[in-house]
């Protein structure tokens, strides 16, 4: 409970410091200092030391899984603040609130982890969903970043409508919203059930972009700003995911029969058509835009088989993903020029950066010795440890070498073709912040017991 009361807390005092400072810098270090609290108030209360003690009544249960999730999603935002928190002053006028909206979010992915109700999970999931909107539409002046916001809207409203109706059903079926007291397993044969899961299942995997659920994702992440597609691609996206996971694992897993060849077949799609689309992209950000799909994809493994290694794996997929995905984009909110030609020779104008570029993107393609190679390997072992789905598997394993394409691209670009410096310049500190998320992501792709040794301390 520590982390939902601050977090929302840190977001109303952002939210007055746009008018208590003049300055942009004294809100950036309000903000970093903010987020560290906040990690160290989770870390408290993952070790028995509650700030508050707060009766929920059954509508909240945090975990050990779940504390430790958040404490992995506020230190990636205290490393998102750290590389793109000056790049959000040239969106727009509103810094402050740009900051607000964040600590919000992250409140309403803190209720999506520790959710026992299904009426705290809707909750969650539109104090995540409504500040995202406004962020994607928050370049005003840029036709492109307000014409994802409306798709963006429209399209979640959609999704939203059908999350009610599905929680509804279920509610029909069960007679109750508490995901501990459903009795699913004497009501398989239950249409309202079946009807309520697959509404539940469909929303959540729009929510994700999962395809065929993904017609949102390409244009949303492309035209919102680059700093803003940079937090809703990772720390969002794997947000949802571990609920999702607490979803189906908690409350339908004794019918797990009904849908986890769904939850196969829509991750076998995913990869296909994250991958497949990939390839074709000239825009680097654009590519990133299908490779989140893909890599949404490889998460679906955790649902698909339900075990103790899919939830590490998972974890695991959380800090790779997001470490190397927030320190590409953090790059890329300093280019004039974000195709695949805008790279073109920037290990001549900036080799620091562009060997860092480069360790992002062997982690993405999950190349050994990086956190992303582990990441994948948890995925595939969790599949094959629950038995059926061999395919799946081995179209896994092609997939990933369709990405290693894609994302060699643009080390290619970097390292073997020439062009003008489309860099537009990097503090030191910038620099330092690049070099310690390389460092995260290679001791973690080497040392995962050190990480899985916290969460089961």
């Known amino acids: 409970m520590n982390a939902v009361l601050l977090s929302g807390l840190l977001g109303v005092v952002m939210m007055f410091a746009s008018f208590l400072f003049r300055t942009k810098a004294p809100v950036r270090i309000l903000a970093i200092l903010g987020t560290a609290v906040l990690l160290v108030a989770n870390v408290l209360e993952t070790k028995g030391i509650h700030f508050f003690h707060i009766d929920t009544a059954a509508f909240l249960s945090f975990s050990n899984y779940a504390l430790f999730f958040n404490s992995i999603a506020i230190a990636c935002t205290l490393v998102f603040f750290l590389i793109s928190s000056k790049d959000m002053q040239r969106v727009g006028n509103h810094y402050a609130e740009y900051f607000a909206l964040i600590f919000f979010i992250l409140t309403g992915i803190f209720l999506v982890t520790a959710f026992t109700n299904l009426l705290i999970l809707f909750i969650g999931i539109e104090i995540i969903s409504i500040p995202l909107y406004i962020l994607t539409g928050s370049a005003k002046k840029d036709l492109k970043s307000n014409e994802a916001a409306l798709k963006y809207f429209l399209m979640g409203a959609f999704s939203t409508g059908i999350m009610l109706m599905g929680i509804a059903l279920i509610y029909g079926a069960t007679g109750t919203f ?21 509404m539940l299942l469909f929303s959540m995997c729009f929510k994700v972009s999962v395809a065929p659920f993904h017609f949102w994702t390409p244009d949303v992440y492309d035209g919102a700003p680059n700093v803003f597609t940079s937090f809703m691609a990772t720390i969002v996206k794997v947000g949802i995911f571990v609920g999702f996971l607490h979803l189906f694992y908690s409350a339908f897993e004794p019918v797990s029969v009904q849908w986890k060849l769904w939850m196969a077949i829509l991750a076998a799609l995913t990869l296909l058509v994250g991958n497949v689309t990939a390839v074709f992209q000239q825009s680097v950000k654009r590519m990133l835009a299908y490779s989140s799909i893909s890599q949404a994809g490889f998460m679906m493994f955790a649902l698909v088989a339900m075990n103790e290694t899919a939830h590490e794996g998972l974890l695991l997929y959380s800090i790779a993903y997001s470490l190397a995905t927030i320190g590409i ?6 280019m004039s020029d974000y195709s695949f030609d805008g790279f073109n020779g920037l290990a001549n104008h900036q080799p620091l950066v562009a060997l860092c570029v480069t360790i992002f993107m062997l982690s993405l393609a999950g190349i050994p010795l990086s956190a992303g190679f582990l990441a994948k390997f948890y995925m595939l072992k969790a599949v094959i440890q629950g038995g059926g789905y061999m395919w799946l598997v081995i179209l896994g394993v092609l997939m990933a070498a369709v990405s290693a394409y894609y994302y060699f691209r ?3 670009a970097m390292y073997f073709k020439e062009g003008p410096n ?17 460092v995260l992501i290679i ?9 899985f040794g916290w969460l089961y301390f």
């Open 329 to 334: 984009f953090g790059v890329i909110s300093k």
């Open 178 to 198: 508490e995901i501990g007291k459903m009795n699913v397993a004497a009501l398989q044969k239950s249409n309202l059930l079946t009807g309520g899961m697959l």
């Open 422 to 438: 489309h860099f537009a310049g990097i503090s030191s500190f910038e620099k330092y912040v690049l070099v310690g998320i390389c």
């Open 410 to 412: 643009v080390i290619q």
């Open 443 to 451: 001791f973690t792709g080497l040392f995962p017991n050190v990480i």
